[in-house]
């Protein structure tokens, strides 16, 4: 995320009555991206798989003079999957990958965010990701753009990166002919605008 400078050093500029203002934004589904990419094996070709999901939805709330204050809750659809390859994605929905007839969800809520690079406004943000019903803490390399525009035409920018291992969420499935790697790439380009603002 591109943030605005700030660091665990710096006090948060207060807003009036000493209270911090925290504004609830939407993630906007057509604005917004979640891409992975993976290596796999077919007989002895290297191959890279790369896909998308397309249902992303979400919150993020915000207090502007303080990310690292910041809290979001996402979820994906593993239905919406898509490789450019309707027979591939008809299996990665099936029991072998993500089984969304029972688990027609992954989840992501953050449980922290952390400055990682005043200079260049990169952050980490930590939290818990559930596929397949499997929960693990990950943590994303964030850029996060401060909002442009005003009123309800503002709108929030943040490019999320992550490497995760697909057996850890119980994603086991390889075969003889074909081998799946078991590390992924996952890249998030988020895009959200406010949906109410209150004080907290």
């Known amino acids: 995320m591109h943030l605005a400078p700030t660091d665990s050093h710096t ?9 911090a203002t925290r ?14 990419s993976i ?11 790369t896909g998308r999901f397309s249902d992303v939805q979400g919150t993020i709330t915000l207090d502007e003079q303080d990310p690292t204050s910041a809290l979001a809750s996402v979820t994906i659809a593993p239905s919406s999957i898509d490789t450019a390859n309707a027979k591939r994605d008809a299996h ?35 939290g818990d990701l559930t596929i397949r019903g499997v929960t693990r803490e990950v943590a994303l390399d964030t850029i996060y753009v401060a909002a442009q525009g005003s009123g309800p035409k503002r709108r929030m920018k943040l490019t999320l990166t992550t490497t995760l291992n697909r057996r ?5 499935w390889n075969t003889l002919l074909i081998a ?21």
């Open 11 to 19: 006090a948060t500029p207060a807003a009036p009555n000493g209270l």
């Open 23 to 36: 504004t609830d934004w939407q993630i906007d589904p057509g604005a917004s991206r979640v891409e992975f």
């Open 39 to 49: 290596r796999k094996r077919l007989f002895v070709v290297p191959l890279t798989v």
């Open 92 to 126: 990665l929905r099936t029991a072998d990958f993500f089984h969304v007839d029972r688990h027609p969800a992954m989840t992501f809520h953050s449980r922290r965010v952390e400055l990682t690079d005043r200079g260049f406004n990169r952050f980490q943000v930590v």
């Open 168 to 172: 850890d969420f119980g994603l086991h």
């Open 180 to 200: 799946v790697a078991d590390t992924l790439t996952v890249n998030l380009a988020i895009e959200a605008t406010p949906k109410e603002t209150a004080q907290s």
